[in-house]
């Protein structure tokens, strides 16, 4: 296909074949290279086509630079010029990466202060049986703002339960900080699990 | 190279070990968003094989920030209120479940890999593989990998009715000849040693083992550790299973009862549900990415042995 002939394809047929994704103007058309228009519609063709094989599934070099330059990609490569980390240039063992002090006291991971603010879902019950019912719990950011919900009127009786409230909001942090942990050696355990067993059955 | 199954031709498993070929051999360079509701994490994911050296970094760019290196066997996590420590495992425990980049044929008993459709993902022609789970009491996997490459552009926990609870997103992949100066620079540095090799027998008298009954678990979940230990943030004393299928995690902690009224419920942040559970005089909690009725059932099957 030569670039005269993307020209006259009129906008309509042209949507179509990108799929309906942002019609494109001809002026942009015609400045675009006809390869790289074909190559729009190969994806397009891998789309739309029915049979697995309708791709080729190649871990070539050329795919690799195809990736590199690929324009759809928001490329951040700009930014990637490493700027080395504003922090400690002092420390020997740590410059090249964020592996620093935390920066403040955000004491609690990220994941698990998210845990606190949680937004909460309403479960997908079964039938209608309210044994099934799960009550979620309310509970209010780590970090502060007053809590909502107040279980009584008496101000000391509020506190109270105020301070009841944060105690069970930090024992789930710290359960989800755990269970993080933990998880962390759960591939390797079971890996060794899964070989003790079979070398138990060798036996 | 993937192993070959010669008696099972299925597509969906074929893509799956394809692309955990690629992560495995390829030089790149990822960012990805993790949604888990309302709430984001931005990641960002290098990765390079030099010679026979995986190099690998995988780094949470929000908040207080994490930061996980690999070189080959070993694991190092950064983290804001501890010290670095190292792991001797293969894989990073990020937000991808680590089984997927292994032999994922091990999960065939309790999940089916499935073909889905093809879409368009992050301006690239995707291939959807989904891994189901059996029953209902897992969720299910969603992967939409680059048709071409194999890579993985997108993924997501699913519930049963289809919706999408925990999502993840590349937003931006290069594959390069090179390694990134970056992980290079990771074989000049000294890394905490790993911790004694994790002791395997559960035969050692610092378990709970026997302290607790958990009366159920669905199908295929087998104990990997227990342990009575005191929780990092609060000080507070636990004994502690931790229970996996292959694919996800679960701990189970049993707690000295809080003070006060303990409504039990739940909680959940994209995937990982946090289920509390009174039972009286002793708190149960159970978390996972797993549903709430899941984690229910087994908080509640929690007794002290007869």
Do not use: C
Request: glycine share 6%; proline share 5%; net charge negative.
């Amino acid at each position: 296909m030569t670039k005269a002939d993307v020209n006259k394809l009129d906008n309509q047929h042209l949507s179509a074949l990108l799929d309906g994704e942002q019609p494109l103007e001809n002026q942009v058309l015609a400045s675009d290279d006809a390869a790289t228009f074909g190559r729009y519609a190969l994806i397009g063709d891998a789309m739309r086509a029915e049979s697995d094989n309708a791709f080729v599934i190649d871990i070539s070099d050329s795919v690799a630079k195809a990736l590199e330059s690929e324009p759809v990609y928001a490329d951040f490569s700009q930014k990637q010029a490493q700027p080395t980390p504003l922090v400690a240039n002092g420390t020997a063992n740590v410059v090249a990466f964020n592996w620093r002090k935390p920066i403040s006291q955000l004491a609690i991971a990220a994941s698990v202060a998210m845990f606190a603010i949680v937004g909460v879902q309403t479960l997908p019950q079964g039938e209608n049986s309210s044994a099934n019912e799960i009550p979620m719990l309310q509970t209010t950011p780590l970090t502060g703002v007053a809590s909502p919900v107040s279980y009584s009127s008496e101000p000391a009786l509020e506190n109270a339960e105020q301070g009841l409230r944060e105690l069970q909001q930090q024992r789930i942090g710290a359960l989800v900080l755990e269970h993080q942990r933990q998880a962390r050696v759960a591939y390797s355990l079971e890996k060794a699990h899964t070989k003790a067993q079979a070398e138990e059955e060798k036996n | 190279m993937a192993p070959a199954f010669a008696d099972d031709e299925n597509p969906a498993k074929e893509l799956l070990l394809q692309m955990a070929d690629a992560v495995h051999n390829r030089n790149f360079d990822a960012s990805f968003v993790v949604v888990k509701g309302k709430a984001m994490e931005p990641y960002r994911w290098l990765h390079a094989k030099q010679g026979d050296t995986e190099l690998e970094h995988l780094s949470l760019l929000n908040g207080a920030g994490l930061e996980m290196v690999r070189i080959n066997n070993q694991v190092t996590y950064f983290e804001p209120q501890s010290a670095p420590y190292s792991i001797a495992t293969d894989s990073i425990a990020g937000p991808i479940p680590e089984v997927l980049f292994k032999n994922i044929e091990r999960l065939s008993l309790h999940y089916d890999f499935v073909l889905g459709g093809k879409g368009r993902i992050a301006g690239r022609a995707a291939q959807l593989v989904r891994i189901e789970s059996k029953d209902e009491y897992k969720y299910n996997y969603w992967l939409w990998l680059d048709a071409e490459s194999s890579l993985l552009l997108k993924s997501a926990y699913v519930n049963h009715a289809g919706e999408m609870l925990e999502q993840l997103q590349l937003t931006h992949i290069s594959v390069t000849e090179e390694p990134a100066p970056l992980l290079l620079e990771m074989l000049n540095r000294q890394f905490p040693t790993s911790l004694p090799a994790v002791e395997v027998s559960n035969k050692e008298s610092k378990t709970a083992g026997n302290n607790w009954q958990i009366g159920w678990l669905p199908d295929g979940f087998s104990l990997l550790k227990s342990d009575r230990h005191k929780l990092d943030l609060n000080n507070e004393l636990t004994d502690y299973y931790l229970y996996s299928d292959g694919f996800v995690e679960v701990s189970v902690f049993v707690q000295r009862p809080l003070p006060g009224r303990r409504p039990s419920g739940s909680l959940s942040s994209g995937a990982t549900t946090v289920y509390v559970h009174n039972a009286g005089s002793f708190d149960v909690s159970v978390v996972g990415n797993i549903p709430a009725m899941t984690a229910k059932a087994i908080a509640e099957s929690v007794a002290r042995p007869l």
